[in-house]
């Protein structure tokens, strides 16, 4: 039995009937008549992870089903059966907006911002992939079994002895040392016995990537005390051998003698795995079957002030953002009000005469707005956001201001909306109200930033 439940964040709920609920319950173990009863069990059972999650899940008794609603997190969780409570299946929340890989955003904005991860589970296989550590044992095994086999150095190489030993070099020693009086310099090619070879310095230098992962704290301690028996005795045998950084290519270009290839030639293999999937980092490496989540709106937020820092320091301008805690305006009032302490514009670009002031809003609005389905709620919301940014604006002491509320891009077709200020005397001010859309494209986001710092919004 495998459940897959996927849902979508940004509020979108999903409805699963009875017949569905059949199946997430042994042959025999659900009765039809009694659903709320044997739901609760299941609920019961991964209510640890559906809260991981941020998800809410109801009966609705007017259509016999149940409603399960994500909210702002995306992430993905095991989901245990609710008989014997073994982990037969998985909870995934996707975002709403298209990426290839969540890890992509992150890595773009230096993890910054960093998913929780769920400790002490299982390990799910995501995307067909595990863990990056999750081989490190396989990897040390197949290497520790290769060097059990003492394999010493089968590398042909040329020495300068005083001794005629191997297979000498009768023209280089009568060309080269005869005629200078060198009588005792042969040059000879011999076999080298040593361990210290190309492949012992690769091995080593791949353990050594291993015990950098094993001690990340999310690894399980089960995997960590075996891992560190194997790299003991790998260690113990590969004490004289040089370290080398391990690289694909080499490994693959390796020549070994034709006794012990066969274990050797596995060693390799599982190097080479460990090192592919070492091109994610180990931040990455976690999301492929360990339960996490985070949360959206969050991830927009740093995500725009990244971007945003990266085009003030293209321009040459100044730079604030609450989340560098460095953009709190400040009220200094002789009367202590205690209602009034600071403002926290989200990011705040400042160069010469002209401020912009951005506030990330991980929101619908835009799009319901242009759609014309809005409920009263929502506009009010939206009044409520754009109150906000002028009040941001009105503490700039330029001459020109630009004020910015960014949603997320869900519809490509979505126009972006600009307004200029007119005061209570009709003159118009120099202030510019923006409310535009961005993905999770750098490219975008910098040409959109662009476009509205130089005033420039019809390519909006």
């Known amino acids: 039995m495998n459940i897959t439940i996927s849902l979508v964040e940004f509020g979108d709920e999903k409805t699963f009937s009875i017949e569905k609920l059949k199946n997430w319950f042994p042959t025999g173990k659900f009765d039809k008549r009694y659903p709320q009863e044997y739901l609760k069990k299941w609920t019961n059972t991964n209510k640890k992870y559906l809260e991981f999650l941020g998800i809410s899940c109801k009966w609705d008794d007017e259509r016999k089903s149940l409603v399960l609603a994500p ?3 995306i992430g993905l969780a095991p989901l245990k059966n609710p008989y014997g409570k073994k ?8 975002p709403r907006l298209g990426w290839t890989g969540i ?5 773009a904005i230096n993890w910054k911002y960093q998913p929780l991860f769920l400790k002490g589970e299982e390990p799910i296989i995501s995307n067909g992939v595990l863990p990056r550590w999750f081989k490190a044992i396989a990897t040390l095994e197949a290497i520790s079994q290769a060097l059990n086999l003492l394999m010493k150095g089968m590398e042909r190489r040329q020495i300068i002895s005083k001794l005629p030993i191997g297979n000498i070099n009768w023209n280089a020693y009568s060309t080269e040392s005869v005629p200078y009086g060198k009588y005792d310099q042969f040059t000879s090619l011999i076999t080298d016995y040593s361990i210290d070879l190309d492949i012992h310095r690769q091995f080593k230098g791949t353990v050594a990537l291993i015990m950098k992962d094993i001690l990340n704290p999310i690894v399980p301690t089960r995997l960590k005390i075996k891992a560190k028996q194997l790299i003991d005795n790998i260690e113990r045998k590969l004490k004289n051998v040089e370290y080398s950084k391990p690289d694909v290519k080499k490994l693959t270009e390796i020549k070994l003698p ?3 290839r066969s274990l050797y030639e596995k060693a390799i293999k599982r190097c080479i795995e460990y090192l592919n999937q070492s091109k994610f980092s180990i931040d990455t490496g976690n999301f492929y079957g ?4 985070l949360k959206m709106d969050r991830l927009f937020e740093y995500w725009i002030e990244h971007w945003a820092y990266v085009f003030a320091r ?4 100044r730079f604030y953002s609450d989340i560098r805690n460095n953009s709190r305006i400040r009220f200094y009032n002789l009367g202590h009000w205690k209602s009034l302490s600071a403002l926290r514009p989200d990011v705040v670009i400042e160069k010469g005469h002209k401020t912009l002031i951005i506030e990330a809003k991980y929101k619908k609005h835009l799009l319901y707005l242009q759609s014309g389905k ?7 919301e939206h009044r409520r956001d754009v109150h906000q940014l002028l009040s941001y604006m009105s503490t700039s002491s330029n001459k020109k201001r630009i004020g910015c509320l960014i949603y997320p891009k869900i519809d490509d077709n979505t126009p972006n909306q600009i307004a200029s200020l007119i005061n209570y005397t009709n003159a118009k001010a120099d202030t510019d109200i923006i409310l535009c859309a961005s993905s999770f494209h750098p490219e975008d986001m910098l040409n959109s930033l662009e476009h509205i710092w130089g005033e420039e919004y019809s390519p909006l």
């Open 87 to 94: 982990v037969y299946g998985s909870i995934v929340v996707k």
């Open 103 to 107: 890890y992509e955003i992150l890595e």
């Open 374 to 380: 809005h409920s009263t709620e929502i506009k009010e």
């Open 258 to 260: 034709n006794f012990y």
């Open 314 to 317: 293209k321009i040459g301008a």
């Open 71 to 73: 909210t702002n997190k």
């Open 290 to 293: 360990l339960p996490w989540a």
